[in-house]
């Protein structure tokens, strides 16, 4: 299992969005994939299954002591999905008791067939500790941040430093710069600076473009039905970068 953990300082910034489109793009390039949701809020599972009521999740099988496989349903493209699911304020406690490291390797190495497959999260920042314990299990982190102020503001003090700590110290995290827009001076030139000055620190550039949200609105992921579309060829591009950097022969 390759786990692939997405996560950011800031809500709302487009880690869902992200998560169930590079699924999907990564599906398409022949991988086999299993994204799960660690928000319990379920939006991953609207986006990838949404013929899916998804109420046994992740939470609920933690809970009763359930491997995580019972919850897994066939979403879109092939990719297949642990949803959070529904869960009382209780499970919802428990989730975060029960997974200590071990637990949560166990559960997640059990979502995985094959060891090529790649199992990718969808986090909350208001999680911090159940995120720090994902992290460290993590093959591959990605921070998505926007091309705006607050974001950027953030990047010093994120995890020590996304941009400022040396490759060789973390060379399994890299940020994803999303919603850029060339049209707005100070994300162009966000993302000029990060292009001169820590692209290799950043794992690629997602435009703003509404075909994303208007492919989650019909229940589709943009890779799929508008795949010639900015937003969708940069997701591509990134699920790419991801495949190489994960395939057996470069691990
Ligand atoms: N590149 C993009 N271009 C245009 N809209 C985008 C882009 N990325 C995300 N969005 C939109 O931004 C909104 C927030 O995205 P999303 O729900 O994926 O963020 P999130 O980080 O998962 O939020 P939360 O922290 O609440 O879980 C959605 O309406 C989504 O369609
Ligand atoms: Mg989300």
Redesign the pocket.
């Known amino acids: 299992m390759v786990l692939l953990v997405v996560s950011?300082p800031?809500?709302?910034?487009?880690?869902?969005?992200?998560?169930?489109n590079l699924a999907v793009a990564l599906r398409r390039r022949g991988r086999p994939v299993t994204a799960i949701d660690f928000?319990s809020?379920n939006?991953?599972r609207f986006?990838l299954a949404p013929g899916h009521d998804g109420e046994l999740g992740v939470a609920r099988c933690t809970a009763q002591g359930l491997p995580w496989s019972s919850a897994v349903v066939d979403g879109l493209d092939g990719v297949r999905v642990a949803p959070y699911g529904e869960a009382t304020t209780a499970e919802r406690l428990r989730m975060k008791d029960v997974l200590v490291e071990p637990t949560l390797a166990e559960a997640l190495n059990s979502l995985a067939r094959s060891p090529d497959e790649i199992v990718i999260a969808?986090?909350?920042?208001g999680d911090g500790r159940l995120q720090e314990r994902l992290e460290a299990l993590a093959d591959l982190k990605l921070i998505?941040l926007l091309a705006d102020a607050g974001s950027m503001a953030l990047v010093p003090t994120y995890r020590d430093g996304l941009m400022l700590r040396p490759m060789s110290e973390q060379p399994n995290t890299f940020g994803v710069l999303?919603?850029?827009d060339p049209r707005r001076r100070l994300s162009r030139d966000i993302a000029e600076f990060i292009a001169a000055h820590a692209a290799e620190r950043f794992i690629g550039v997602?435009?703003?473009?509404?075909?994303?949200?208007e492919a989650?609105a019909r229940g589709e992921a943009v890779v799929a039905v508008a795949s010639d579309s900015v937003?969708a060829m940069?997701i591509d591009a990134i699920a790419g970068r991801l495949d190489r950097l994960t395939s057996s022969g470069s691990r």
């Open positions: 950011s800031k809500g709302g910034v487009g880690k869902t969005t992200l998560v169930a928000d809020q939006a991953l986006l969808d986090t909350t920042p998505v999303n919603q850029v997602v435009h703003y473009d509404e075909s994303l949200a989650a937003g940069d």
